[in-house]
């Protein structure tokens, strides 16, 4: 194997040719008569390096793209855990046919002041839906005033004014009623207005009040039908 001195002494000065001569010493060994020697200049091998620095830093913003992704998904997340958050925190069932129902209902939507917290109701409407309301029908809502809280449960009597005055921050208003002693007897209470409600506001019964909803529906359907249904022979 030969080395050129002069082209080698190019590469870096004295210092090369030490090592030259070094290398040229190894050489001459048996063992290594038959090697080739390749001398790389440090610009062709920045330029070798180079493919490597690029997959590197494609690696690099392949992995920068994956926390993006990440982070955008995460802020989705949260906007719908705002927009859920933002939803009502209680839906009362009320009465829109009982005039002092209303005076309590009116009362709770200026308080509410179109915040949302409290959404209302009305099952007198013709358009009531039961299964739309976890399945609380209108004799049963009629008997007792009735609301479902954000987790889908149901609150019946004293537990719902307290959840309601709660939700327009009023709480304290019914706070007492939390004491078992006195919320018993708030209980007992609020059940002697309900059984007589129907009567000391006028309207009768609540099976007169059932039976002439369905007939007046019952009316509004066959109207309906006059103008729209065709039978056939």
């Known amino acids: 194997m030969e080395i050129s001195r002069s082209a080698f002494v190019g590469y870096g000065g004295m210092n090369s040719v030490r090592a030259f001569q070094r290398i040229h010493a190894v050489a001459k060994l048996p063992l290594l008569s038959s090697s080739r020697l390749v001398l790389t ?4 091998r920045r330029s070798n390096l180079r493919p490597q620095v690029l997959v590197a830093r494609e690696q690099n913003n392949s992995s920068r793209d994956v926390k993006v992704s990440a982070m955008a998904s995460v802020s989705e997340s949260k906007t719908q ?3 859920e958050t933002n939803s009502a925190q209680i839906r009362l069932l009320y009465d829109g046919e009982c005039h002092l129902c209303m005076k309590e209902v009116n009362f709770l939507q200026r308080r509410d002041a179109g915040s949302g917290k409290i959404e209302f109701v009305d099952i007198a409407a013709d358009d009531y839906d039961p ?4 399945d609380i029908e209108y004799a049963d809502a009629m008997g007792r005033i009735h609301a479902i ?19 327009v921050g009023l709480g304290y208003i019914y ?8 919320g018993s007897l708030a209980e007992k209470a609020y059940n002697i207005w309900a059984d007589r409600r129907l009567q000391l506001t006028g309207r009768g019964d609540l099976l007169d009040v059932i039976r002439a909803r369905e007939e007046r529906i019952a009316a509004k359907e066959e109207e309906g039908c006059e103008d729209t249904c065709m039978i056939e022979y």
């Open 41 to 44: 200049h440090p610009k062709s």
């Open 175 to 182: 706070a007492v009623t939390k004491n078992p002693f006195f």
């Open 81 to 83: 855990v705002v927009s």
């Open 149 to 167: 809280k954000a987790d889908g449960s149901v609150i019946t009597g004293v537990a719902v004014f307290r959840e309601l005055y709660e939700a």
């Open 131 to 134: 299964s739309e309301n976890a």
